[in-house]
């Protein structure tokens, strides 16, 4: 099945600064890459994601870049600000195929005035 | 539009005792997602559901752990009896179909003693 490993695990910035989160895949398959932000008490929350017929996305602050070749993926968030400290999941699936989300472990962001 | 609803937010048992959580997805959405989420790592689909049929249990504990969805849109999930190693946020997710985006609802965090 598949195997998403992300790092770092914690990553600690000052605010205005750029934050960025790794993660890799090991099933050549997967087509659907989702990051999920998770505030204290919350669900995970859909901030992104990107198919594998894409190689970049951008949505405002937050952006996704895709390498299917190497098979690994990262998550940028350029000016954090406070309301960015949570922690942050990437996942991968091969939609169709069950649809069975695999998460990676999670980095623990926090922002620092 | 409304999320995922889940009840109770939280739950404080015995070991032994016997508990169930319920979930209500986005209206409309057909794929229903129990997942299990232990403290500090990410969350593990348990089982999977398309409309009142089960997709994918393979991660599912049957012998203390079972999920419905009878009519196709509410899911209970029900453990019994309880190890303090089922101590976790149990979530709930939904999405339109097997190949849309899964959206989650804000979890039971469950703490077994």
């Known amino acids: 099945g598949e195997n998403v490993e992300q790092h770092p695990s914690t990553l600690s910035v000052q605010e205005g600064d750029s934050a960025v989160i790794k993660c890799t895949y090991s099933?050549?398959?997967?087509?659907?890459f989702p990051w999920y932000k998770q505030e204290l008490g919350k669900g995970p929350q859909l901030i992104i994601d990107?198919?594998?017929?894409?190689g970049e996305k951008k949505d405002q602050r937050i952006a996704v870049t895709l390498n299917k070749t190497a098979k690994h993926f990262s998550l940028h968030i350029t000016e954090t600000q406070p309301e960015d400290s949570a922690v942050y999941f990437c996942a991968a699936i091969l939609t169709g195929g069950g649809n069975k989300l695999t998460f990676g472990t999670g980095t623990q962001l926090k922002v620092e005035l | 539009e409304a999320g995922v609803a889940q009840s109770p937010r939280y739950k404080i048992i015995e070991k032994r005792q016997s508990v169930a959580f319920w979930c209500n997805p986005i209206?409309?959405?057909?794929?229903l997602y129990w997942y299990q989420q232990i403290l500090g790592q990410g969350p593990k689909l348990l089982i999977q559901?398309?409309?009142?049929?089960?997709?994918?249990d393979s991660q599912l504990p049957k012998d203390r752990f079972s999920a419905e969805r009878l009519k196709g849109v509410d899911s209970t999930l029900k453990i019994q009896p309880a190890k303090l190693e089922d101590s976790a946020v149990y979530l709930c997710?939904?999405?339109?179909?097997?190949?849309?985006?899964?959206?989650f609802g804000p979890g039971t965090r469950l703490t077994v003693l």
């Open positions: 559901f398309q409309n009142n049929g089960v997709v994918d």
């Open positions: 099933d050549s398959a997967s087509n659907y």
């Open positions: 990107i198919r594998s017929n894409v």
């Open positions: 997710a939904s999405s339109l179909d097997g190949w849309d985006t899964q959206y």
């Open positions: 209206s409309g959405h057909a794929t």
